[in-house]
């Protein structure tokens, strides 16, 4: 049985501790011309920011993150739109795995504990009849904390 509340606790990427949605903060670099990277959850608090000193940090509450308007949030780091950026000169896409998984983390239901479990499942051979789609979905992420957790 999933020990941690769907999309309402994240594992903080500095110190290992849950939060919760009002002590989550979603942080990374965006540098002038390049795609934003290094994407970290983190707890809402300097101990825990990995971009601190960085003249190119961004950051955000994570409830911003959440729900259908965190995912539009997501998709406007991929692109801007045509309102905005009619001629489509602004794109510059995020590093694709950390955005990616970040995504994922604080979009997909059970996402977030079952990463824990993905080495070990990847090891016993339990991804080998799913795809690129499968393997995410919360109904197998569900299975894996089932069969993992200890």
Known sequence: MPKMKPLEEWVCDRCGELMGIDDGWVEWLSPTGKGPHSFHIVHNKSECFHHTRAYDRADNHLAYFLGTNGLQLFLAMLDVGPILDPQRK?????????????????????????????????????FNDQNEVSIFLPKTCEAIIKRYET
């Open 90 to 126: 602004g794109l510059t896409a995020p590093e694709m795995a950390s955005f990616v998984d970040t995504m994922r983390r604080l979009q997909i239901p059970f996402y977030e504990e079952a990463r824990r479990y993905f080495s070990d499942a990847h090891a016993d051979g339990y």
